[in-house]
């Protein structure tokens, strides 16, 4: 069980999980699940919640994950309120534009950032988390067609492209959820012996 209903997520992990021996569900395509609310103050709380109320009423193993970007200059903000930085029910474009007005007056040299993805994976007693982080700086304007979320204005300085001038392929080797997600496939394998 996948304890997403973003399709963005969903595509990235159904990408990054590919080739193992097991069908993943997305909450969406269960049927009448209950939206777990993300009133954890941090992204571990977050995911582990969410993993373990859908294993609870699943009965079968579940991933979840929560993801936060983190500006140094904004005192780690957004952060765990990352989906809903501008509101409840924020939009994608409305909370990058939020940020970039909160960083209008942080000079270049200080707008380093990192996204950081906690997963989840429970099931009846068992439960592990793992961690991905990516860092790179918050640029000034948009760039790239691709990705979500803040793709378009966290820049990789190494590429010197930002998430969403990267394919899913490229964006899921080097991210935060790309990391975390080569490591829950580890845990998959340790914990339900689900093979490739």
Avoid at 81 to 96: F, K, L
Avoid at 150 to 178: C, M, Q, W
Wanted: aromatic fraction near 4%.
């Amino acid at each position: 069980m996948l304890a997403t209903r973003n399709r963005d997520k969903i595509s990235e992990i159904q990408e990054a999980l590919r080739g193992l021996s097991v069908r993943l569900i997305p909450a969406a395509e269960w049927g009448e699940l209950p939206e777990v609310e993300e009133d954890q103050d941090t992204l571990q709380g977050n995911a582990i919640k969410k993993a373990r109320m859908l294993a609870d009423i699943t009965g079968i193993p579940t991933l979840a994950d929560d993801t936060g970007l983190e500006v140094a200059a904004l005192n780690g903000a957004p952060g765990v309120h990352s989906s809903r930085y501008s509101g409840e029910n924020a939009t994608y474009e409305e909370n990058v534009r939020k940020l970039l007005r909160e960083m209008q007056t942080i000079p270049d040299g200080r707008r380093q950032a990192r996204f950081r993805c906690v997963m989840a994976v429970a099931m009846g007693e068992q439960l592990r988390t793992v961690e991905g982080e990516c860092r790179g700086m918050i640029i000034r304007e948009r760039r790239g067609q691709g990705g979500f979320g803040y793709d378009p204005v966290f820049l990789l300085p190494e590429l010197d492209k930002t998430f969403a001038e990267l394919t899913l392929n490229e964006k899921n080797r080097i991210s935060h959820r790309g990391i975390a997600l080569r490591k829950a496939r580890e845990v998959l394998r340790e914990l339900f012996g689900i093979g490739e």
